[in-house]
């Protein structure tokens, strides 16, 4: 079954073709590290994170970008405001680049918790200032921008006059986007066009991060506009047509939709991307994440707890178990219900992946019945089959419990197991752990705590030492030097310590 995945541009979903097989370019909108990473900031991480698995899954050589918006972030999509990096240095007193290395490292770390293999290409804007500023010059040279008191904008308009149609991807019509609040040209007078964005600001006196600009009379300093950064920096490593462009639906418009603007103004003449894909947004206990609602939950307090009107907190595999359970198309809602439920799913599936082994050597030589074989590997192939379909990860993981459940029944009767045979067992047990391990990325995340369990056994150790039960003395104390600790008994009572050997 060849793979379908939703296009926004197109609306539909159609089958995925590579434009140079078996190369597949992939580019996710990182975050703007001016704070630590929220939950919002996990779920296209998550979902591109399966699907660039699951493409690898399919022997498709990915090249997977995700960049590090670091610069050119205004408050307000109207190109107004400050600088999000700025003002969040300015508030700590500290460089703007010591604020964005914090919340990056921050950012990383929370991403690998949450299973979440690295991407192949971390670009961050400030480091691309040049590859940005050539593509502002190629846009200008087209006629589709124009330059004021040393800061660019796109001329929207005149892009419309060429067919193009700006609002294509997000399905705005010109007359609608008037309309909106972002129509307002209050503060705004530089542009001939509300619909106008920025390419390139003039850094005002008391703006900290500039860059040298080639634009004005007197060409001074200035900084790029947030929505060009993904257009140079996606032509850079994945050429003037990727395969798959992503992000959440707060990115269509306008960051998405300009983007587009851009890469067709630009010497490239393309859409930047041929799949648009975008995954829905998160509420908690029905109501839109918000920080004036105390309800706003940052991915370290999710982790630590309790936060955001939950009661406890959950672990970094629950989460991205919880995020599976929805298709990235649909909306999300967190709830402690929700999550709760999510780990005992979580948990199910692990406890999957312990009984294989041992369900596999207990099948022996076994031949068994090719009826029953060929009915075990089609429960086994139902997994990737539902991914297939536009990354349906709650219809796989649904699928995924129906072979578990399979393995179960076949693991309490001898009989069963028999008529299936070793070749189709060992064969669906490594799909099962194959799907949800390498592809769905669910690691094992022990809950024991082994400090605990350590002074357990230690308090064992005393029992059988007050018992003279010196066979059960000797037998923990092999055990734990097996483990590199080391017991000592003093007059303060039983200690243990790492072994120095």
Known sequence: MPLS????LTRKKEEFQPLHPPQVGVYLCGPTVYSE??????RGPVVFDVLTRYLRYREYRVRYVRNITDVGHLESDADTGEDKMAKAARAARVEPMQVAQDFTNRYRQHMLALGCLPPDIEPQASGHIIEQIQMIEEIISNGLAYEVNGSVYFDVPHYNDEQQ???KLSNRSIEDQLAGTRANLEGQSEKRSPLDFALWKKASPEHIMRWPSPFGEAPGEGFPGWHLECSAMSRKYLGVLSDIHGGGLDLMFPHHECEIAQSQGSHAHTDEARFWMHHNLITVNGTKMSKSLGNFILLGDLFRGPTGGLAQG????????????????????????????????YRKLMNGLRLLDKLVASAGEAAGSPTAADQLLALADKPASFLDDDLNTPRALAALFDLLKRFNTLATTPAALAEVGAAALTAAAASYRTMVQDVLGLQDEPRANAEQLLNLTLSFYSEAKADKAYDKVDLIRAALKDQGIVIKDTKAGVEWAYSEE
């Open 5 to 8: 995945l939703y296009n926004t």
């Open 37 to 42: 990473a929220h939950l919002g900031n996990a």
């Open 165 to 167: 149609r700006y609002g």
């Open 314 to 345: 959950y672990s970094p595999m629950v989460v991205r178990f919880f995020l599976l359970q929805a298709h990235y198309r649909s909306p999300v809602d967190v709830t402690d219900d929700a999550l709760r439920a999510a780990g005992k799913g």
